[in-house]
């Protein structure tokens, strides 16, 4: 795998952005940490993150916080463009990214805020991404009223 990781590095210039996700995903997936591989993966996608799309923005974060690996300039791109971009995200992309933030206990605050102020379509939201938003707020400690009650209004309608 180590091998592949080494060549994969050498060619991420000619990747396009999705095969940068692809890559962490994989890493992910299969429990591999490289961490040169992964550092070039974020080096090399921060320089066109903002052509990055929702899935494009959450799967490398999702990625980082299933490994024991952090990289801070990659996931404040990561938070930056995403919130340039939150008002079109899924349900999934809101519980993702903000669910990869808590696990990976870091605070972006102006990120969770415009996760918070935009997931009030919340009716939308299936029960797992309402217990994901739940557990993330939790872990970051957040206590936005309004929010929480639109999470517990909607996860009991799940319920009945």
Not at 92 to 115: E, H, K, Y
């Amino acid at each position: 795998m180590y091998s592949l990781a080494s060549a994969a590095r050498r060619r991420l210039p000619d990747f396009k952005q999705r095969r940068f996700n692809y890559l962490a995903w994989a890493d992910a997936v299969l429990n591999v940490v490289s961490e040169p591989l992964l550092h070039s993966i974020a080096a090399a996608a921060i320089r066109t993150i903002s052509d990055f799309g929702e899935r494009d923005l959450s799967r490398p974060a999702w990625s980082m916080a299933m490994l024991p690996f952090m990289n801070p300039p990659g996931l404040d791109a990561i938070a930056s463009s995403a919130r340039r971009k939150i008002a079109e995200y899924s349900p999934q992309g809101f519980a993702m990214t903000l669910w990869a933030f808590a696990n990976l206990v870091v605070l972006n605050c102006p990120l969770r805020d415009s996760i918070a102020a935009s997931s009030m379509r919340i009716c939308e939201f299936a029960p797992n991404h309402l217990a994901n938003m739940a557990w993330s707020l939790a872990v970051l400690d957040y206590q936005n009223v309004p929010l929480l009650q639109s999470i517990s209004s909607a996860a009991r309608r799940s319920l009945s």
